[in-house]
């Protein structure tokens, strides 16, 4: 995916640190991406349940993978300014 693909689906991030990512039959569902409008880490955590810290800024906000939530612990972004983006 890149930057200008266009996303069918944008939904606000609930940072959890279990709550993975559901569709709207509460099945786990990965994203294709995360934008992150502010500057800060994010703790994205990977379909393995591995977890990498990304440092993002405003400049670039995109954050590019298959992820099934973003931890609260260990991301300094607010939840409000994050949403995981899909192409479904």
């Not at 039959?25 to 500057?39: E, F, V």
């Not at 990977?46 to 260990?74: C, H, M, Q």
Request: contains cysteine; proline residues 2%.
């Amino acid at each position: 995916m890149i930057a200008n693909q266009q996303y069918t689906k944008w939904v606000a991030v609930v940072q959890s640190d279990s709550v993975n990512f559901l569709d709207a039959g509460g099945q786990r569902l990965l994203c294709d991406a995360i934008y992150a409008g502010g500057n800060g880490n994010v703790a994205a955590v990977l379909e393995d349940g591995s977890v990498v810290t990304i440092p993002v800024t405003t400049a670039s906000p995109y954050i590019f993978g298959k992820f099934k939530r973003i931890n609260d612990t260990g991301t300094t972004i607010t939840d409000a300014t994050m949403f995981a983006l899909y192409d479904i």
